[in-house]
């Protein structure tokens, strides 16, 4: 190339000045081309070398896979800060790139521990409308934010909602934007399974059905569970995907995966074969399950030649059974767990005897009360014995400082003398209306959809306060209800196994339309003690149906805690 570029110069030194001049000015415009045209080129290598790099680390793998734990990240602070780029693999397929080579790790936390950093890009087709907004301030026309705009919620974490933190409301990052997040977890933080997805809205349930959740651990559960500690640990993260074509009445409303393998329906009442989990015979484990699908319930099974085995419970949505009592080491025996979208079971379990020859892992038959949502029994895992003498899966909570764990930030909330009564309900439109709307109504006011640039909050409360509210269910299909930033004790439920549980996301079952009938619903203590407990809520957030769809649709609506 110097070569060239001298010959030309002396041919330009011998030429006259006019034609010297307009020969230059030739010269320069094919150099400028060709610049741009390198440009171009090389900005397409890169292109196309990230997108098979992620391709690579996000490939999905062959049903009937084992299952192998996700990777982890742990506590990332400034120095070792966990870097998230959101990719696309596929027309229906995202993913979270963490550090380069990690797809969708687990974040395993330490109660306690301060200024956690995410750097989250979004790396989704499309171009930014403006510069990132780095004061969680902006607002949109019709409150919909640019396609492919994503964010992320730290769903169960008793953290601020302040912008930069667990702030859903208005923190919106565009494609070929980059936001950081700083976490601090508080001490009071129960130990358990939390989970991270997107959480704009109108673009929740595709982000979500695409692949773009995983795992939280916040270590420590020996401190309530010592057995559960000292046991090999499989973390396993359920997801759903939509399906890429209709094959017949009795396909399922979603495909599953379990850590990423998937189980797709085939048509005819065939699936692609089950996920392989191994396990020694007899072997005890201790299993964390998140259901992290945008609209798929997963009632959970274990059975050994078709004889469902007892399942010992050990957490329900991140706080163990025994958080508000003296009694170590407390389980519940349990021989089904139904988990709605973003609810989470931990659980100890004993692997089958050398004798049996049918051991799965399944989800249960669930009546949703939607047509077109059909939620079938599918076996997820079958159960492979291996020699006793292969090496087992790892337990990363037996090298925890238990002395830092106090998991108390819920305790004593069945004794508090709550300040006010609520009633709210869920209802839609009739089945024959356009469009479908779904709302989530505080009486005495009327339903109305969510409005992402609200200006007055639907409910306000005192931080340091609980409250009792009465959630029931209007219309003919399920929904389930969470709330951001806190959790709930169950005070009444038609299901009794989950009253005196605390939870962050509940079914309210479905009414059956019958005039006169009373409409289903959960009675729930509403826990907003946070300053009380080494962790201020105070903020504007959230609460909502976590069925995706029906939040998308309107069936959302805003809290704003005072600052005590």
């Known amino acids: 190339m110097s070569r060239i570029i001298r010959r030309i110069a002396l041919k330009l030194a011998a030429l006259p000045g006019v034609l010297k001049q307009r020969q230059l000015r030739q010269l320069l415009k094919i150099a400028g081309s060709i610049f741009f045209a390198l440009v171009v080129v090389i900005y397409a290598l890169q292109v196309r070398a990230q997108t098979t790099s992620s391709s690579s680390v996000c490939a999905l793998p062959p049903a009937g896979s084992i299952v192998k734990n996700p990777p982890e990240i742990r506590n990332p602070d400034a120095t070792n800060p966990a870097n998230f780029t959101v990719v696309n693999i596929s027309p229906n397929q995202n993913c979270y790139v963490a550090n380069g080579n990690l797809q969708a790790p687990t974040l395993r936390l330490s109660p306690g521990k301060a200024n956690l950093v995410l750097r989250l890009t979004n790396q989704l087709p499309g171009q930014a409308k403006g510069t990132q907004d780095q004061n969680c301030q902006r607002q949109y026309p019709g409150g919909m934010a640019p396609p492919n705009s994503t964010n992320l919620h730290f769903h169960g974490l008793s953290i601020s909602s302040k912008c930069h933190q667990d702030e859903v409301v208005r923190t919106v990052v565009e494609p070929k934007q980059t936001f950081q997040y700083n976490v601090s977890i508080p001490q009071g933080e129960p130990p358990g399974l939390y989970w991270y997805h997107p959480h704009v809205h109108m673009q929740s349930q595709t982000q979500v059905l695409s692949g773009l959740t995983g795992a939280i651990i916040i270590e420590g559960i020996g401190k309530y569970n010592k057995q559960a500690a000292q046991l090999p640990e499989r973390v396993f993260v359920l997801r759903d995907t939509q399906l890429l074509k209709y094959f017949d009445y009795q396909q399922p409303v979603t495909d599953i995966s379990i850590n990423s393998v998937p189980i797709r329906y085939k048509g005819g009442g065939i699936y692609d074969p089950p996920a392989i989990i191994q396990m020694k015979p007899n072997e005890q484990q201790f299993w ?54 973003a609810g989470r079971a931990e659980f100890i379990i004993k692997g089958p005897q050398a004798s049996v020859t049918d051991a799965k892992f399944l989800t249960l038959k669930y009546n949703t009360g939607a047509q077109n949502y059909n939620n079938p029994q599918r076996t997820i895992a079958r159960i492979q014995m291996q020699a006793a003498s292969s090496a087992s899966p790892s337990n990363p909570e037996l090298s925890v400082d238990l002395t830092k764990v106090s998991g108390d930030r819920f305790s004593g909330v069945n004794q508090n003398q709550s300040v006010k009564q609520r009633k709210l309900y869920f209802s839609q439109t009739a089945a024959n209306v356009q469009p479908e709307q779904y709302y989530i109504t505080v009486e005495p006011n009327k339903p109305k959809v969510y409005d992402p640039n609200f200006k007055t909050p639907d409910i306000t409360v005192q931080e340091g306060t609980t409250e009792d509210w009465i959630v029931e269910n209007r219309s003919l299909v399920i929904h389930t209800f969470h709330i951001h930033q806190i959790h709930f004790l169950v005070l009444n439920s038609s299901d009794a196994s989950e009253i005196g549980m605390m939870r962050d996301t509940i079914n309210v079952p479905i009414w059956n339309g019958k005039p006169n009938t009373p409409f289903p619903s959960v009675k729930l203590r509403m826990d907003f003690r946070g300053v009380q407990n080494g962790a201020s809520i105070a903020g504007t957030f959230v609460y909502h149906c976590h069925i995706l769809e029906h939040e998308d649709k309107g069936m959302m609506a805003s809290i704003q805690v005072k600052s005590k």
């Open 288 to 341: 964390r399950v998140a259901n992290t699908a945008a609209d798929t319930f997963f009632d959970l099974q274990v059975q050994y030649n078709s004889i469902a085995q007892p399942l010992q419970l050990v957490s329900m949505d991140g706080v163990p059974i025994n958080a508000d009592s003296q009694l170590l080491n407390q389980t519940k025996s349990v021989y089904h767990i139904l988990l709605p979208p």
